[in-house]
């Protein structure tokens, strides 16, 4: 079964210097990865996704991730944060099938401090 | 734009309650879900449904029901809520084609008393 870990459940940076937020994830084949970020009281919003190609993505907001195969992680990078930036971060695992099941990890929050 | 939206933000209710909880998509999307979202749990699914009249298991389904009779409506039904339902739930939906990329509702927060 798909599971993803995401090891950090709190990770407090100062404004302006850079974050990288982990994930892995279990699963048999390729999978589709996912970074959603949510602020305080909102819904998720799609940061980036992995289907194919380049292991380097480029998502909004300045954030990147890049595809691990062989240490399976996805992690999440961004060289200098923001205080807008403080929310709750999730990975997601998928695979391609009409459903298209997520799996999400438990999320890490950001604090920001100036 | 695209918008997935959930009827109601805040509801308070008392265990035994029968509690609806709707979502509505104006994408045209084949797929929707409905998540639960807990604090250190991230998002665990409890319904989803590829096509109208079609509903399958999550990985939490226990005390929920759903339906979807038309496209763009998908409701999570809580039979008679207890006060271990009291949580965030959250809506999406995808589409069949393309990337399959979930567009969420702002959640719908729920408080069983």
């Known amino acids: 079964a798909q599971s993803v870990t995401q090891p950090d459940i709190h990770i407090t940076v100062s404004e302006g210097a850079s974050l990288e937020l982990r994930c892995n994830y279990s699963y048999g084949a390729t999978p589709y990865l996912f970074w959603y970020v949510q602020s305080p009281g909102q819904g998720l919003q799609l940061l980036l996704k992995?289907?194919?190609?380049?292991?380097l993505v480029q998502g909004i907001k300045g954030f990147e991730a890049e595809f691990k195969r062989s240490q399976s992680s996805f992690n999440l990078r961004k060289p200098s944060v923001h205080w807008s930036d403080a929310a709750e971060y999730f990975c997601a695992v998928g695979e391609w099938k009409y459903g298209n099941k997520l799996v999400f990890g438990a999320g890490t929050i950001l604090r920001v401090k100036s | 734009d695209v918008k997935v939206t959930q009827s109601s933000r805040y509801l308070v209710k008392r265990t035994g309650e029968k509690v609806f909880l709707e979502c509505v998509q104006d994408m045209d999307h084949e797929n929707m879900f409905w998540y639960r979202q807990d604090p250190g749990l991230g998002l665990r699914l409890i319904y989803f449904?590829?096509?109208?009249?079609?509903?399958e298991k999550g990985d939490i389904p226990e005390g929920y029901s759903v339906s979807r009779e038309k496209k763009e409506r998908f409701s999570l039904i809580l039979e008679s809520a207890s006060t271990n339902q009291t949580s965030m739930y959250l809506c999406?939906?995808?589409?069949?084609?393309?990337?399959?990329?979930?567009?969420f509702g702002a959640g719908s927060r729920l408080t069983v008393l």
């Open positions: 999406a939906s995808s589409s069949r084609a393309g990337a399959n990329v979930l567009t």
């Open positions: 449904s590829y096509d109208v009249k079609m509903k």
């Open positions: 992995y289907f194919s190609g380049d292991t």
